[in-house]
């Protein structure tokens, strides 16, 4: 990732409720070639969790900001 990661906020402004995403759990692929790939929808804002922003995703718990890439719509 080249840009640094949105805060919350930021992430909120761009992205509403049910935007489709590309979430990855454990690790990005350009970390880990191999890494989980889950294609899902947000399912609520973006949040400070740990001092991380997050955000919930279906079929799946609350990932990093940092392991989510928005999708077109």
Same mark, same amino acid.
Request: hydrophobic content about 25%; aromatic content about 16%.
């Given at each position: 990732m080249t840009n640094p990661?949105?805060? +919350?906020?930021?992430?909120n402004t761009?992205?509403?409720?049910?935007t489709p995403v590309? +979430?990855?759990p454990a690790a990005r692929p350009e970390d880990d070639p191999n890494a989980d790939r889950l294609e899902t929808t947000t399912r609520s804002e973006a949040f400070t969790f740990a001092g991380t922003p997050v955000v919930m995703v279906?079929?799946?718990e609350r990932i990093a900001l940092?392991?989510?890439?928005?999708?077109?719509?």
């Open positions: 990661p949105p805060n +919350a906020h930021q992430f761009r992205y509403p409720i049910g590309t +979430a990855y279906d079929r799946y940092t392991h989510i890439d928005p999708r077109p719509v």
